[in-house]
């Protein structure tokens, strides 16, 4: 009788002991399972930053593109009628010109900053919807008017679990995810 005490006890510690493997071996799998989505939803926010900098770019660019072609109408218009247009419209083109500069060295600078929140991207993220002659001077047209860019480009986002490819025109943004 007391062997069947042990052999019961014997039995129910192994049972015990294998359950809590069971669960542990669980509780370390979801762990890694969380962690990797975590990792995976900070990459989908790196991505939605960067997609919102590149419109905010795309927007003041265009925005300041047409303060320049005002600018051209008013040279045309003070050439004609009045020298103090000409000359105001001179000296506001070339101030909307510099601060197209500074506006996409700061656009770098949030792109550089995105890098510093653990983004990781490749290096096409500066590339705008703008020419640009090298990555901080954009390129610009006989009025003076920055260029638009007409081909596709991408961008991917990289972190231990995921890897999200951005294709970007002119027009619109589109993002395919792959997950490995």
Known sequence: MNNDIGNITSIGLVFFLAI?????????????????HKEVFMN???????HGVIAQHKETIELTNNIIRIANLGQMIGLFTNPTILIGSKRAKELTQKSQAI????FLEK???L???SCIFTPNIAKTH?????????????????KRRREKWEFSSINKSSLIKSTLTTKT????????
């Open 20 to 36: 809590i493997s069971i669960g542990s071996i669980s509780l370390i799998k979801k762990s890694n399972d969380i962690k990797k």
């Open 44 to 50: 989908f926010l790196c991505v939605k930053e960067a």
């Open 103 to 106: 506006y996409h060295i700061s």
């Open 111 to 113: 792109i550089r900053s």
């Open 115 to 117: 890098f510093t929140q």
């Open 130 to 146: 703008f020419e640009t002659t090298s990555v901080l001077i954009l390129e610009r047209d006989k009025s003076g008017v920055v």
């Open 173 to 180: 943004a589109k993002t395919s995810t792959t997950l490995y």
